[in-house]
């Protein structure tokens, strides 16, 4: 298979050559993708060394599949004409996730509604995707009513910039206005602002998470209420979250239920003091979930503690399982 990875030099994009080579999908050409400033460097995959070329060159190698981290703004100029090509694609950005003419897919949720006529397919928010995970089979057997999420999100969401300002921070080093992704430092901090503020007071990704989660479990009566954070961590976002039922539920089949569903590992042992922290989750395909307890405040209400690597369930193991899923089901 002829794959094209397009921003293939950026954060999510060495991680997806990563995954795919861990993975052993099944790629017998890559065509390596990014802006025009880019083009000309060299990408590692399979310990073979390829080219950066440009979207047109992409375009013009005819690669079965594309799997898009460019950014939005490239997304929505490239993806429609790759996609007149033929070459079927899945994008990172936010450019198609609420297009109600496109599918929003997390593999353990909902990859069922793919069909071969899809040719542009929405990765979600790194947020949405290990809570709708964690969700899923909750919702399945007790019926969600509401959920209320707070995120304690890992710099790498922002990119490399912001890696950097991090380090050059925790190093006592200047950072000049220009090097800053944030307006604020983020080491010794927390910014609970993550994307730009919208009329109605909440931030960009905090809307991300109410929308998408609907649209991904196909339920728009699930009620979800969301305040996003930065912290000073590189691991992976961790996720603070509040769910109520409309039934019933017992701790212990639900914590049974979570250990069974795909893609979940539960670890919960309060005794050994041991639950998911990025620490863990980094480098790894996995939500974590634990913390699960009772809300004592009111009833068939769960709270539960969600993590996982941004880069890679976040968003490059979720795209590649998307694939995955396309070729098990000869899609492509």
Known sequence: MKLAVVGATGLVGTKLLEVLA???FPVTELVPVASPRSVGKEVTFNNKRYKVVSMEVGIAAQPTLAIFSAGG???LEWAPKFAAAAIRVIDNSSAWRMDPTKKLVVPEVNASVLT???FIIANPNCSTIQMVVALQPLHEKYTIKRVVV?????????GQQAVDQLYKERKGEIV??????YKYPIDLNVIPQI???LENGYTKEEMKMVNETCKIMQDDSIKVTATTVRIPVVGGHSESVNVEFHNEYDLKELTALLAEAPGILVQQDDAAQFYPMPLWAHEKDDVFVGRLRRDETQPKTLNMWIVSDNLRKGAATNAVQIAEYLLLKGII
Not at 176 to 181: G, K, P
């Open 73 to 75: 703004t490239a997304s």
């Open 116 to 118: 071969k006529d899809d």
């Open 22 to 24: 861990e993975r052993n």
């Open 150 to 158: 707070s995120t304690y999100q890992s710099v790498t969401g922002t």
């Open 195 to 197: 994307d730009v503020f």
């Open 176 to 181: 000049s206005s220009d090097q800053m992704a």
